[in-house]
């Protein structure tokens, strides 16, 4: 029993390396979405840089989930939050950049993408809702640490920066294995059904 929790622990440790290594999908994410709209400084800048910086660090977020996510249904649902959030968020605080405005943005954006990706959560999940309670804070707390780190937010990108995205990754792994466990050995998670099966 002790070998069997030492080796459930570390493969939960290992689980949640992948995921917050994720990180470093937020500052390509934001690359692209500005490519695809420039600044967020406009209703369809917002919504269509949005949709573009979702899907990619919702593709890296499955990519890197240990199998627990699908990569076309995360990235689907995180795309859509990402576009309607930071539509609605931007617009919200006149596309300003300051802490308290980009926190407050980062919070509807957040709302937006936890119910989404609640909804993109497989079946075995624990209190899918949980996640999406969770997203507000989270969004806003990688504004907050992306600002106070000095980032030029005044440029005003789709999504927080480095800094701001480890915050969360570090975070959010958390809070994924608590409602969404790595499979116990012996099994396996299938990527298009998102069920367990035997192996």
Known sequence: MRVSLRGAGRAALRAWIRWTAGFLAFPIAGLAGRAAAGPVDGATSALVGG???GAVIGAGQALLSSGRLSPPRWSAAT???SGLGLLLGAALVDYRTDLGSLALMG???GVLIGVAQAWALPHTTRLPWLWAAAMPTL????WTVTTLAGVGVDARFTVFGATGALTFSALSGVLLH???PTTA???TT???SLREVDA
């Open 107 to 109: 919070a509807v954006e």
């Open 51 to 53: 949709v573009v910086t």
């Open 79 to 81: 795309a859509a939050g």
């Open 185 to 187: 050995p012996g099994r």
């Open 178 to 180: 608590r409602l969404l």
């Open 139 to 142: 969004w806003a707390a990688g």
């Open 190 to 192: 299938g990527s298009d």
